[in-house]
């Protein structure tokens, strides 16, 4: 997305706290990142990087500071002040939506393609039709019935499934993958192993090196002798999990 041409430019910068310089533009008195200190972007540039964060949906479960390499959480304050009313209302969208489907009560639209919507179940109209908060057309309002698979069950109480730290989502983590996963409900990255969460894939992995933790048992040599005997599978098996296949990349170093 856009975002990342401006996380570019501000990288190629080598932007350094307490710049005096915009690092993307070049214009005097950056503004300064509450929490870390960065001071690497001006106003307007800074409101360039949240709106396209905003645009991209990458939002979760923080806008970091544009810094290179810095995962301080962008505060919301400074987000209110830096952006436009409707990025603001966009990005809280995108939030409600992300803890309004972990609620046991909360229907989502089933009639609108697109619609983020839905209703909260209450005794008065469960099972009745009324209208979708997002589109407005009438849907079903139905509680969400609890997994009763005796399958899923087992493989919880074996460990085979396991939930996000952060948001519950139960997550099965496919064999010869590391272990630093990402929750595709709420976005935090996390360690299957450990549960140790961050926002970005890179401090976990180097974390999970140094305490051991980044593979289980036999997947790393599983994942490398797949990339020799069946590269095909291998270039699948990482697509499945959402990494694109890095010929240049040693199996092991990241």
Not at 191 to 211: P, V
Request: neutral net charge; proline residues 6%; aromatic residues 6%.
């Amino acid at each position: 997305g856009s975002s990342s041409g401006l996380g570019g430019g501000v990288a190629a910068a080598q932007g350094a706290q307490g710049a005096q310089e915009c690092q993307v533009c070049f214009a005097d008195v950056p503004e300064t990142i509450v929490g870390c200190g960065h001071a690497t972007a001006c106003a307007d540039c800074l409101t360039m990087y949240i709106t396209s964060k905003i645009n991209d949906a990458d939002v979760l479960p923080w806008i970091p500071c544009p810094a290179p390499k810095c995962q301080s959480p962008i505060t919301p304050d400074q987000i209110m002040v830096a952006t436009a009313p409707l990025d603001v209302a966009a990005m809280a969208c995108e939030q409600l939506a992300k803890n309004l489907v972990r609620l046991p009560d909360w229907s989502p639209c089933t009639q609108t393609s697109g619609c983020t919507g839905g209703v909260l179940v209450n005794s008065a109209n469960e099972n009745q039709r009324v209208k979708c908060l997002g589109c407005g057309v009438k849907m079903v309002a139905k509680r969400k019935k609890e997994e009763q698979d005796p399958e899923i069950a087992e493989m919880i109480r074996e460990r085979k499934i396991r939930p996000c730290p952060k948001c519950r989502n139960m997550t099965m983590k496919e064999y010869g993958i590391c272990n630093v996963i990402n929750c595709d409900q709420c976005g935090i990255w996390w360690n299957w192993n450990s549960n140790e969460t961050g926002r970005s894939s890179t401090e976990l992995k180097n974390r999970a090196r140094s305490m051991g933790t980044l593979w289980e048992p036999g997947e790393l040599a599983f994942q490398q002798g797949l990339q020799q005997s069946d590269p095909e599978e291998f270039k699948s098996l990482l697509e499945r999990n959402g990494m694109k296949f890095d010929p240049n990349y040693r199996r092991g170093t990241g």
